[in-house]
C-alpha cells in the first residue's frame, strides 16, 4: 500500500503534525480524490482549537481541489481523471424529507462536513462521498478555486438567493477573505455594489474590484450614507462584530435584507424598524456541491477570483499564523504539488 504525507491533528489545541500514512481506499457510494491545493479557513480552529466534540486524530480542510484517482462501487457518474472540488458539505443522503423537497444543506440523516467528521484536504489524498464533489473548470487553476469552495460559495449562493435583483443597491460590509469576494460576485451579478469597510485607504481596493460606491464606516455613519443612495435592497454582512453589523441595519430599503453569513453570538435588532420598513435579516448556510459547481463555472467565466497567499503543505503553520492573526491577503492555501 503506499504512503502519504497528512498534517494532523491529535488533540485539542494541539499542534499539526505533518505524518506519514496509508493512502485509503475508497468505500462504496465514495472517491479518493488527490489533493493539489487546499484552503486554510478559520473554521479549520473548530479541529485545531477542539471546539466541537469530534475524533481525533483529524486532518482539517474543507476547500479541497484535486482530481478523482479512484473510484468505490456504486459511483456514478464521475471517473478517474475529473478534476473536483470538496467543500463544507460533506454530502447527504437524497432521500430524507429535506432533501427531498431540495434542502440537503440541511439533511437530517447525516451531518457530514468534510475535515471535521471525516479527514479533509491538508494531505496528499482524501476520500470524499460522491454527493460531496463539485465539478472544476479546466480554466481554474488549483490554489486560485480552493478558496471558492468555501468563501466563495458563501457569498455567491448568498447574494444569488438574497432576492435582489440587476441593478439594485447591494452593500458588502467587510472587505477580508469573505467580502472581497461578495463585491466582485455583487458587482458581476449586475447589483450597484457599494464596498463598507473602516478607513479610506480600502476605497480603491473596493473599486477596482468592481464596487461603484464605497463607505468608510469610521468616517461616516454606513446607515446614513447608504440612505442617501436610496437605501439597500440587500446588505451582506461578512464581519464577524455584532455592533458593526447594528451600525449599518438602518441602511436597508423598504423590503430589504440583511444577510448574515458571519457569525456572532447575539445581535439585537429593533422589531419596530424592521415591521414598519418590513424588512428582514436572514441567515445563509453556505451550499451544497451543486453550489459549489454553480460558484466555480460562474468566477471561471467571470474573471471572479480569490487573493491568495500560497503556501506548500509544509509550512502549515505559518500559512495557520498569518489566517489567525488576520495579517494573509486575503486566504491561505496549501498546495502538495501533486
Ligand atoms: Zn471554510
Ligand atoms: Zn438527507
Not at 431540495?102 to 471525516?118: D, E, H, K, R, Y
Not at 448568498?158 to 441593478?167: D, I, M, Q, V
Not at 444577510?259 to 420598513?277: D, F, N, T, Y
Request: charged share 20%.
Amino acid at each position: 500500500m503506499g504512503k502519504m504525507r497528512a498534517v494532523q491533528v491529535s488533540r485539542p489545541k494541539g499542534p499539526f503534525e505533518i505524518v506519514e500514512r496509508d493512502i485509503p481506499e475508497p468505500g462504496p457510494g465514495t472517491v479518493r480524490v488527490k489533493v493539489q491545493a487546499c484552503g486554510v479557513c478559520h473554521s479549520d480552529s473548530i479541529v485545531k482549537e477542539g471546539l466541537l466534540p469530534l475524533q481525533y486524530p483529524r486532518v482539517p480542510g474543507h476547500e479541497v481541489i484535486g482530481v478523482i484517482d479512484a473510484v468505490g462501487q456504486g459511483v456514478h457518474p464521475w471517473t478517474a481523471g475529473q478534476r473536483v472540488g470538496v467543500g463544507w458539505n460533506g454530502g447527504y443522503c437524497g432521500y430524507c424529507y429535506t432533501c427531498r423537497r431540495g434542502n440537503s444543506f440541511a439533511c437530517q440523516t447525516s451531518t457530514l462536513v468534510t475535515g471535521i467528521t471525516s479527514d479533509g484536504g491538508y494531505a496528499d489524498y482524501l476520500i470524499a462521498p460522491a454527493t460531496a464533489l463539485a465539478a472544476v473548470p479546466p480554466t481554474l487553476a488549483a490554489a486560485d478555486a480552493a478558496p471558492l469552495m468555501c468563501a466563495g460559495v458563501t457569498t455567491f449562493n448568498c447574494l444569488r438567493n438574497s432576492g435582489a435583483k440587476p441593478g439594485e443597491l447591494v452593500a458588502i460590509m467587510g472587505l477580508g477573505g469573505l467580502g472581497h469576494l461578495g463585491v466582485q460576485y455583487a458587482a458581476k451579478m449586475g447589483f450597484r455594489t457599494v464596498g463598507i469597510a473602516r478607513g479610506n485607504d480600502k476605497e480603491e481596493f473596493a473599486r477596482k474590484l468592481g464596487a461603484t460606491d464605497y463607505t468608510d464606516s469610521e468616517a461616516h455613519d454606513p446607515s446614513e450614507e447608504l440612505q442617501k443612495l436610496g437605501g439597500a435592497k440587500v446588505i451582506l454582512a461578512t464581519v464577524t462584530a455584532a455592533d458593526a453589523m447594528k451600525s449599518v441595519l438602518g441602511g436597508l430599503a423598504i423590503n430589504g435584507t440583511m444577510m448574515l453569513v458571519g457569525a456572532v453570538p447575539s445581535l439585537e435588532i429593533s422589531p419596530i424598524q424592521l415591521l414598519l420598513k418590513s424588512q428582514a435579516v436572514k441567515g445563509w448556510y453556505s451550499g451544497i456541491s451543486s453550489d459549489s459547481e454553480d460558484t466555480l463555472a460562474f468566477s471561471a467565466r467571470s474573471g471572479v477570483r480569490s487573493m491568495n497567499e500560497v503556501f506548500p503543505l509544509e509550512r502549515v503553520d505559518e500559512a495557520w499564523e498569518r489566517m489567525t492573526n488576520g495579517t494573509v491577503r486575503f486566504r491561505a492555501v496549501l498546495t502538495t504539488g501533486n
